[in-house]
């Protein structure tokens, strides 16, 4: 069990751009049709925006806000499929016998959104990229829960997903639209998280991160994240 508070989160998906229209899409939920379009990052010069990817700039437009005029702090980033887009576009390349570009393939591993965050911020502190199953949420939350424990004074939280590719969608099936969702979380007891005992067999439609950010625009006191075998309890204790 680990307790923390959450002094400020911010979410991104097609649609779903401010606390109103989360706040729409928690009372009503939906999958968006709109077509993907990234966000902008007005904050970033033309040069930095034209290397992060459309996930990247997910992550970005989440966190920066978070982050921005406040001391360094470490930085947890989770992500279950990753570059899905950017890794299928280097394996169609390889299919047609091409040479594959080394900046495409830098910026395609696990790890290649903290790296960024890092140079684009002149940033040295701490970051972790962790390659999750469906309670990715959870185990990122833990991590950073750890590293106060540790020391921090806050931390980041960022999961990001996109679409996947057409060829993916069969075996994909657990991303319903692109999203990013980043939290600096405190020292505090705001929040507990634990593991717990699930009997109810009640299915979940939506992804932990998605179902988690639709508890909070609701103000639940309580929630329950299940993906397969695994059970996490949520508890807003203040």
């Known amino acids: 069990m680990v307790t923390f508070s959450i002094g400020q989160w911010r979410a991104w998906a097609p649609e779903m751009r401010d606390a109103e229209s989360w706040m729409q899409w928690a009372n009503a939920p939906y999958c968006p049709l709109a077509d993907y379009e990234s966000p902008e990052l007005n904050f970033l010069t033309p040069m930095q925006r034209r290397r ?10 989440c966190a920066w806000p978070l982050a921005d005029h406040r001391a360094p702090m470490p930085l947890v980033f ?17 299919g047609r016998h091409e040479g594959l570009s080394p900046t495409s393939f830098g910026l395609s591993v696990h790890n290649a959104v903290v790296g960024m965050w890092s140079k684009i911020r002149n940033d040295n502190t701490k970051s972790i990229a962790l390659s999750v199953n469906a309670d990715g949420l959870e185990q990122a939350f833990m991590e950073a829960a750890f590293l106060l424990r540790r020391g921090a004074r806050a931390a980041m ?3 990001a997903e996109e679409r996947p590719p057409p060829a993916y969608i069969p075996w994909i099936v657990d991303v319903p639209f692109s999203y990013a969702v980043a939290f600096r979380i405190e020292r505090g007891a705001q929040w507990r998280l634990e593991k717990h005992q699930d009997e109810s067999g009640v299915p979940q439609l939506w992804p932990n991160a998605l179902n988690f950010v639709r508890h909070l625009c609701l103000g639940s006191a309580e929630l ?6 695994q059970h996490w309890l949520w508890t807003r204790t203040s």
Do not use: I
């Open 224 to 229: 329950k994240n299940t993906n397969g075998d």
């Open 52 to 61: 992060l990817s459309p996930m990247a700039r997910m992550v970005f437009d």
């Open 78 to 94: 989770a992500s279950q499929h990753g570059e899905t887009t950017r890794s299928f576009a280097l394996l169609q390349a390889m």
């Open 157 to 159: 939280v960022v999961l």
